[in-house]
């Protein structure tokens, strides 16, 4: 009896770091969202860097566990794998290219049902635009969000289920983190549908889980392919606003299209096997 008590103890220990990396992401973000939601008076900038540091709670939270479960070495050697750019150049331009693919599509489909042409970027905004790639990736989520994301939960679960599973959980947790943001004024979220943007989320959350599980343990590539999908998606129309949600819709569906043939299709190869920070 007590052997078996034991024995389920060690199969069960590796989740007590995954649900440690939830909480504490979850309370770092969340909190710092009840304090942006307490505050009065024009204080736009201590607003705004509530919001960003907010954003800050999965990659923060995934530094610490990594950091508390390995020790200071083991956690240099895993932030070096996660960092570590030395991925097959085709994988930095498929990440990069696939989401304004799927967004000029759907900008497409969306002129075909009779909705209006975008607006063109000007020639002279293009240099600020390739600026605005810089700050996606520092402060627009990317890098507030991989190194739990990715860094962190997505080997910790492979280690235990396949990627698919995996990818599935992250999605599910990775919308309901989310949830704070929709109802903070100025935040992206604040403008979207959140039924449709849970879903768009668990969507790409199987791109990021495929895309990992061939090129991880670094999670280079998934810096791109979320700076990629953040940035392409306002410079091409595709967030909703008040008269304009269909390129929106549209993307989702592709991108449920596409991940539907990852999740169904058997895997050729895995290029890697992710390793898990604390395991």
Same mark, same amino acid.
């Given at each position: 009896?007590?052997?078996?008590?034991r024995?389920?103890?060690?199969?069960?220990?590796?989740i007590?770091?995954? @649900?440690?990396?939830?909480?504490?992401?979850?309370?770092?973000?969340?909190g710092?969202?009840f304090?942006?939601?307490? =505050?009065?008076?024009?204080?736009?900038?201590f607003?705004g860097?509530?919001?960003?540091l907010?954003?800050?709670?999965?990659?923060?939270?995934g530094?610490?566990t990594?950091f508390?479960?390995?020790?200071?070495?083991?956690?240099?050697?895993?932030?070096?794998?996660?960092?570590n750019?030395?991925?097959?150049?085709?994988?930095?331009?498929?990440?990069?290219?696939?989401?304004?693919?799927?967004?000029?599509?759907?900008?497409?489909?969306?002129?075909?049902?009779?909705?209006?042409?975008? +607006?063109?970027?000007?020639?002279?905004?293009?240099?600020?635009? @390739?600026?605005?790639?810089?700050?996606?990736l520092? =402060?627009?989520?990317?890098?507030?969000?991989?190194?739990?994301?990715?860094?962190?939960?997505t080997?910790?679960?492979?280690s235990? @289920?396949?990627?698919?599973?995996? +990818?599935?959980?992250?999605g599910?947790?990775w919308?309901?983190?989310?949830?704070?943001?929709?109802? +903070?004024?100025?935040?992206?979220?604040?403008?979207?549908?959140?039924?449709?943007?849970?879903?768009?989320?668990?969507?790409?959350?199987?791109?990021?889980?495929?895309?990992?599980?061939?090129t991880?343990? +670094?999670?280079?590539?998934?810096?791109?392919?979320?700076?990629?999908?953040?940035?392409w998606?306002?410079?091409?129309?595709? $967030?909703?606003t008040?008269?304009?949600?269909?390129?929106?819709?549209?993307?989702?569906?592709?991108? $449920?299209i596409?991940?539907?043939?990852?999740?169904?299709?058997?895997?050729?190869?895995?290029?890697?096997?992710?390793?898990?920070?604390?395991?």
């Amino acid at each position: 009896m007590h052997l078996a008590i034991r024995l389920e103890g060690a199969r069960l220990r590796w989740i007590r770091p995954i @649900i440690g990396f939830l909480v504490l992401a979850s309370a770092w973000t969340w909190g710092l969202l009840f304090v942006d939601g307490t =505050v009065t008076g024009d204080l736009p900038f201590f607003r705004g860097a509530l919001k960003v540091l907010a954003g800050f709670g999965p990659s923060l939270a995934g530094l610490v566990t990594a950091f508390l479960t390995l020790g200071p070495v083991g956690c240099r050697s895993w932030l070096a794998k996660c960092f570590n750019y030395r991925v097959s150049w085709h994988w930095y331009v498929l990440t990069f290219l696939t989401p304004p693919a799927l967004m000029v599509v759907a900008v497409g489909l969306n002129i075909a049902f009779g909705g209006a042409q975008p +607006s063109f970027l000007p020639v002279d905004k293009i240099p600020t635009a @390739i600026l605005n790639f810089g700050l996606v990736l520092l =402060v627009g989520g990317p890098f507030g969000e991989e190194l739990g994301w990715r860094g962190y939960l997505t080997p910790a679960l492979t280690s235990r @289920i396949n990627w698919r599973g995996a +990818s599935l959980f992250v999605g599910v947790v990775w919308g309901l983190w989310h949830l704070p943001f929709f109802y +903070s004024a100025g935040t992206l979220q604040a403008g979207l549908a959140i039924p449709t943007f849970l879903v768009n989320i668990l969507a790409g959350s199987v791109l990021f889980g495929w895309l990992y599980q061939r090129t991880g343990p +670094s999670m280079v590539p998934c810096l791109v392919l979320h700076t990629s999908l953040n940035a392409w998606a306002g410079m091409l129309a595709i $967030l909703p606003t008040e008269t304009s949600w269909r390129p929106y819709v549209l993307v989702t569906g592709l991108l $449920l299209i596409a991940v539907g043939g990852l999740l169904i299709l058997p895997d050729s190869r895995v290029v890697t096997r992710p390793t898990h920070a604390g395991v």
